[in-house]
């Protein structure tokens, strides 16, 4: 055989291989969470709070987890869009092209994005300090925006950034202003790239433990106010994990399937719903 | 100067940083006519166009200096409204980009930026460009379709109801037919003929035998200079500048 083909075939190899190892790496821990997971499952993992002390019970469910998750995911990632469309839609449709201060922007994201998140947590603290807050769902969803809008940023700025100019020319010639065709035309034609970045920063947002620790703190009652702490499944894991009883280890591995079920169910929606907006997207 | 043009072209330059695209243009581009601006690649056809509607604007670090009036009006003026300027026209790219909606949304489009928020006036009006610009019987039942569903040469013809729905007085065609296949091309063409009794139409176009089929007026431009410029007969079968004649004869390119 020739060398080329010998190439050719060491690299399909290489490749096939890391495929591999990211699908099997998916499939490892989806059974390990069910196996470990399943045995403790019951309806009063997500539809009670929990009996007998957060650390300790074995008894009641996750229930202000998984709704204080849900709260602080969905706060936070509301928050993300307000901030990160604006300076999406400003760095490609209104900035001029080469312009400095967008280059300046898009790297000081990208080092924002690098940032690790119990510093957020940390920045987030002080910043409660400094409004007098308490640790609360309010805390929470504030360290948790400045720890995604970065990536939502950026992600949904690759995506805006390929929307072809003749496009935007197109608008402008039938006389719309910068505005109308930021909104009619930019972000419909990158909608499902949008609705990608959200996904991707709802993703980081619920799963993220280390900015929430010292933020939203934790609390067996599910919040019902901004001000309340809130518990999250990945501290709710955490806490139950440390704990020195096999029972309520095993519970771990249920909350994190339910977390899992919960990333799972928003992606399917968001296809299904990016599939029905797309259709009008000019290739 | 001749005060029925539409639009007249004084002392018009356009640098594109230390480039100079255009050097001192004048012209006047008449009324109701098919004006086709020809020249070789790079020789700032497109550029002159786009100065037309200000999309020239998007482009960075150009400069601008001289002034072209559109019904008197210096669109060049940092205070003219370039909203209103790009309503006046309406204009046919290269490749046609319908917009990210349906066949009905990209001919409403423009009518709905500018006021017009009545369905059954919207009904009428999209009926009306879309016969206009002969795509009507092929997407009557499916107006509400996604645009980029059409076939290229369709497309274009979208892009064209979309432009004469905002009610232009200009149409600005950017080497229109490029993109498409000759039939398309042609109906394109036939279509361009029978606006020009209602429109003032400027082409660009590097077909010469598109530029013979079309033009009443014929702009000729060369490295950013205006070479020559009048009455498509004079220019085709008589020209002047000895330069023309070469473009025209095809030894220059």
């Not at chain 1, 700025?157 to 100019?165: F, G, K, N, T, Y």
């Amino acid at each position: 055989m020739d060398k080329r083909k010998i190439e050719e075939n060491i690299f399909k190899g290489i490749m096939l291989a890391s495929t591999g190892v990211i699908v099997l790496t998916l499939l490892f821990i989806l059974v390990t969470v069910i196996i470990k997971g399943m045995p403790v499952m019951n309806w009063a993992m997500i539809t009670q709070t929990p009996k007998g002390g957060y650390y300790l019970g074995k008894e009641g469910g996750v229930l202000n987890a998984i709704v204080g998750s849900l709260y602080l995911a969905f706060g936070a990632t509301f928050v993300a869009i307000l901030i990160s469309l604006p300076v999406v839609l400003y760095f490609n449709v209104y900035a001029r092209k080469g312009s400095r201060l967008v280059a300046f922007t898009r790297f000081s994201f990208d080092i924002l994005w690098g940032v690790p998140s119990i510093i957020y947590g940390a920045f987030g603290f002080i910043i409660m300090l400094f409004f007098g807050l308490r640790t609360s769902l309010l805390g929470g969803i504030i360290a948790i925006s400045f720890l995604i809008v970065p990536i939502m940023t950026r992600a949904m700025d690759e995506v805006v950034r390929m929307v072809p100019h003749e496009l935007l020319e197109a608008s402008y010639s039938l006389g719309a202003t910068k505005l109308e065709t930021a909104f009619k035309i930019v972000t419909r034609q990158a909608l499902p790239g949008i609705l990608t970045a959200i996904l991707i920063a709802f993703g980081r947002a619920i799963g993220d433990a280390a900015a929430v620790i010292f933020t939203a703190g934790f609390s067996d009652n599910i919040p019902y106010s901004l001000l309340k702490p809130a518990a999250t499944l990945p501290l709710a894991i955490f806490f139950q994990l440390g704990t020195p009883f096999p029972e309520v280890q095993a519970r771990a591995y249920a909350s994190s399937f339910i977390l899992l079920a919960i990333i799972l169910i928003i992606s399917v929606v968001s296809r299904i719903l990016t599939n029905r907006f797309s259709k009008y997207i000019v290739k | 100067m001749d005060s029925n043009s539409h639009i007249c072209v004084k002392d018009l330059n356009v640098f594109y940083g230390n480039e100079q695209a255009l050097k001192n243009i004048n012209v006047n581009i008449p009324n109701k006519k098919i004006t086709v601006i020809i020249g070789p690649s790079g020789c700032g056809k497109s550029t002159l166009l786009k100065s037309f509607n200000r999309l020239i604007d998007m482009v960075e670090g150009v400069k601008i200096s001289g002034k072209i009036l559109v019904d008197g009006e210096d669109i060049l003026d940092s205070k003219a409204e370039v909203t209103h300027i790009r309503k006046k026209m309406g204009l046919l790219s290269q490749n046609p980009y319908p917009l990210p909606m349906s066949i009905y949304d990209n001919v409403a489009y423009g009518p709905r930026l500018h006021g017009t928020k009545n369905k059954k006036e919207l009904d009428s009006l999209v009926e009306h460009y879309l016969k206009e610009s002969s795509l009507w019987s092929e997407v009557k039942n499916r107006l509400r379709a996604p645009a980029s569903k059409l076939s290229i040469g369709q497309q274009q013809r979208l892009c064209l109801a979309r432009g004469l729905a905002v009610k232009p007085m200009i149409i600005l065609g950017d080497e229109p037919t490029s993109a498409l296949d000759p039939k398309s091309s042609q109906t394109i063409e036939e279509k361009f003929l029978k606006l020009k009794n209602e429109y003032t139409i400027i082409i660009v176009t590097h077909i010469l035998r598109q530029a013979k089929r079309l033009a009443d007026y014929v702009v000729f431009l060369y490295l950013g200079q205006l070479i020559e410029h009048g009455e498509a007969s004079e220019v085709f079968e008589n020209p002047k500048m000895e330069m023309t004649k070469e473009y025209i004869k095809g030894t220059i390119s």
